[in-house]
């Protein structure tokens, strides 16, 4: 079947620090992937996307590439804020149905 | 992209009362919808996929009976929590996706059981 598996958090950083959270997802066929962000108390955000092998999704300094011969999606960012705390889910979409990684928390200090 | 509207945002009900939760798809005419779980600093729990104009499919572990979903129209799936209990308290969130595109979420709704 399809899933998502998360590198658990908590993590913290100091603001302008490098950021990689590893994702990893197991599937039939094509999936399309992504990268959701939680804020406080609110729904959840897509942050980035990448429907197809080598694919690229980047916003807002975030990116990550799909990666079909290691079926990962990695999220990076070369410098972090604090305004980037927030709780990050890697997905998949496989045909409608839709899974998501347990989350990670990330704290940014200044 | 999609724009998908949950209401209320926040509610406090009685033990033993029940909840009804909406979510309505703005702009996008949704045949199906997604209803999910969410416990403090945990990751989202898929309870059920609403289905315009048939039954929900219930994921296991989740019972029919006290989380009943209506998808009476294309735009709007509702959640009602039956018998609300402490345990229920959660944060309940809706979303909308098709094919192999991305989710489109609602707000999201705190659910808070005295």
């Known amino acids: 079947g399809n899933s998502v598996t998360q590198m658990e958090g908590p993590v913290t950083l100091s603001e302008e620090a490098f950021l990689t959270i590893n994702c990893t997802y197991t599937?039939?066929?094509?999936?399309?992937l992504f990268w959701y962000v939680q804020y406080p108390g609110e729904g959840l955000q897509l942050l980035l996307k990448a429907t197809k092998a080598d694919d690229k999704g980047s916003n807002k300094g975030f990116e990550a590439t799909y990666r079909k011969e290691t079926t990962s999606f990695h999220l990076e960012k070369g410098s972090v804020q604090v305004s980037d705390s927030a709780v990050y889910f890697c997905a998949l979409n496989n045909n409608n149905d839709m899974r998501f990684g347990a989350g990670t928390r990330l704290t940014v200090k200044p | 992209g999609a724009v998908v509207s949950q209401h209320p945002s926040w509610v406090i009900c009685k033990s033993g009362t029940s909840v009804k939760i909406e979510c309505r798809s703005l702009d996008f005419q949704a045949t199906t919808m997604f209803w999910y779980r969410q416990f403090p600093k945990q990751s989202l729990m898929l309870m059920a996929t609403?289905?315009?104009?048939?039954?929900?499919?219930?994921e296991q572990g989740v019972e029919k009976d006290k989380f009943l979903i209506n998808h009476a129209s294309l735009t709007l799936s509702t959640l009602t929590v039956t018998s609300a209990h402490p345990e229920d308290s959660s944060f309940y969130i809706c979303s909308v996706s098709w094919g192999a595109a991305e989710a489109f979420f609602g707000q999201g709704t705190r659910l808070t059981v005295v």
């Open positions: 599937a039939t066929g094509y999936p399309s």
């Open positions: 609403s289905n315009e104009g048939s039954k929900a499919t219930y």
